[in-house]
């Protein structure tokens, strides 16, 4: 299941990667927010990070208006890596690499067709298991564990 959630600055573009999700036969649990009001976006963060962490959620999606304010606050709970990227080669190298399992990215900064190919890009990449990227992985899982998390 994936768990995704946006700001009203991702509203509009969160129905769209609904959409495709939807044509996909993918499941996934929409956490809000439910239309264009103003919100903040960490009480979206929040519920759709926890949802990854805590493994009911196999991956996440978080959209906001740059998708830079909703992948900060997802990155302070525990076990989440979530990654901000808006183009395909960044969508592809963060699961290769970092095994991210939150993808963010912004309404007011890629269009509906582009964010598109990036979530099914990110969806579609496995991580590479290569022990080097793994020994990284494990350095900020230490980092998480030293400092605050
Ligand atoms: C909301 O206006 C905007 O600040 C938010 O969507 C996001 O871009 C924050 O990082």
Redo the contacts with the bound molecule.
């Keep these: 299941m994936i768990a995704i959630g946006c700001?009203?600055?991702?509203y509009a573009l969160k129905v769209h990667v609904l959409k495709y999700l939807q044509e996909k036969g993918i499941e996934y649990k929409d956490y809000g927010c439910y239309d264009a009001s103003?919100v903040d976006?960490p009480d979206f963060a929040l519920p759709v990070a926890e949802a990854v962490s805590t493994g009911e959620a196999e991956k996440g999606i978080l959209i906001?208006?740059?998708?830079?304010?909703?992948s900060?606050a997802a990155n302070k709970v525990k076990g989440v890596r979530a990654a901000l990227c808006s183009d395909c080669f960044s969508a592809q190298a963060t699961r290769e690499h970092n095994d991210s399992n939150i993808l963010a990215f912004?309404?007011?900064v890629v269009g509906p067709g582009l964010a598109v190919k990036i979530v099914d890009t990110w969806l579609n990449t496995p991580f590479s298991g290569d022990p080097r990227h793994q020994r990284r992985i494990d350095k900020i899982s230490a980092i998480e564990d030293k400092y605050f998390k």
């Design positions: 700001d009203h600055g991702g103003s976006y906001c208006g740059t998708g830079i304010g909703i900060i912004g309404e007011r």
